[in-house]
């Protein structure tokens, strides 16, 4: 069943969820490369122990992360996987990954598959969580990740895209206090993502809005032209109602109600109330420069 593929996934304190993930790839990648930040339990012992290339960076943000996996890994396969060290494929995909590589004509170099995401063990069917569908399987040298803070994708610089129906499980079995802590980080870099559209003080990667296309593209344009023009935590509280009610959140039980409303509500009131926070750091300053040395002093990140 192995195909020529490298799987990559990135890892800090992931010894309860490694071993899962790469059992889930090893039968039909070829090489497993994890690029980890330093753990300090046992991902390397496992990762090794079950064959994968283990290497070590320091993390500054996903983005910045994989990129440096793609550079300095010395990937030799025609085709690379990106897995997260908490997800998992499940058998239908590993076939069908198999059988439309050796189908695959020149033009197509990239894949899209779905993802099924799981909370406290419920798979969470509705309210727009699934299917989602993600650029996961790529051609070396045609993709690349954007280098943004939150929300980064991987596109394609030339060639054709196809879409499998099979599904990456992601299904985290850290517990709810690490669930929260986990979102309060996302929210920080969220609200880096939503400052920078007003203040253009970082790097703006605008790959995404030019090549890709599909879903990942729809939900960029609504958040960046949309949700971040509504009035701070009014938004919050209309998604999280589009996601329970129109989008038949409810139907995902008592369970459902706790992600839909952990998920879409508080964690983006969170994401609003670290920019009302910024904003009073920033005060009247308007040039780019300034504003990133105030973040950058009071967040202690290298941005």
Same mark, same amino acid.
């Given at each position: ?43 390397? %012992?496992?990762?090794? *122990?079950?064959? +994968? ?6 993390? @500054? $943000?996903?983005?910045?992360? !994989? ?112 669930? %929260?802590?986990?979102? *309060?980080?996302? +929210? ?6 939503? @400052? $920078?559209?007003?203040?253009? !003080? ?102």
């Amino acid at each position: 069943m192995k195909t020529d593929i490298t799987a990559i996934i990135l890892t800090f304190n992931e010894s309860q969820h490694i071993k899962r993930c790469i059992e889930s790839v090893r039968d039909f990648c070829s090489n497993i490369v994890v690029v980890d930040s330093y753990s300090t339990d046992d991902t390397k %012992i496992i990762a090794e *122990n079950l064959g +994968a290339k283990f290497l070590q960076n320091p993390w @500054l $943000n996903y983005a910045n992360q !994989f990129q440096w996996a793609l550079d300095n890994a010395s990937i030799d396969t025609e085709w690379v996987f990106r897995i997260d060290a908490d997800e998992y494929v499940e058998a239908n995909l590993k076939r069908e990954i198999v059988k439309a590589l050796s189908q695959a004509d020149e033009e197509v170099c990239g894949f899209f598959v779905r993802r099924k995401y799981i909370f406290l063990g419920r798979w969470m069917r509705h309210g727009a969580m699934y299917p989602i569908e993600v650029l996961r399987l790529f051609r070396r040298g045609s993709g690349r990740i954007e280098q943004r803070w939150m929300d980064e994708h991987i596109v394609l610089e030339w060639g054709r895209s196809c879409r499998l129906q099979g599904n990456i499980v992601d299904d985290n079995l850290n517990n709810v206090s690490w669930w %929260i802590e986990k979102h *309060n980080g996302y +929210a920080t870099r969220e609200m880096l993502d939503l @400052l $920078n559209l007003k203040y253009g !003080f970082m790097f703006s990667d605008d790959v995404m809005t030019q090549q890709a296309h599909g879903q990942a593209k729809v939900k960029r344009w609504l958040k960046t032209t949309v949700y971040a023009k509504l009035p701070m935590f009014v938004r919050p509280l209309l998604y999280f109602l589009y996601r329970y009610f129109l989008k038949l959140g409810f139907l995902d039980g008592v369970k459902g109600f706790a992600f839909h409303f952990m998920q879409g509500c508080w964690y983006r009131c969170l994401v609003d109330l670290k920019m009302l926070e910024a904003e009073i750091w920033i005060g009247d300053e308007q040039e780019p420069a300034i504003i990133k040395a105030i973040l950058k002093a009071k967040l202690r990140l290298a941005l």
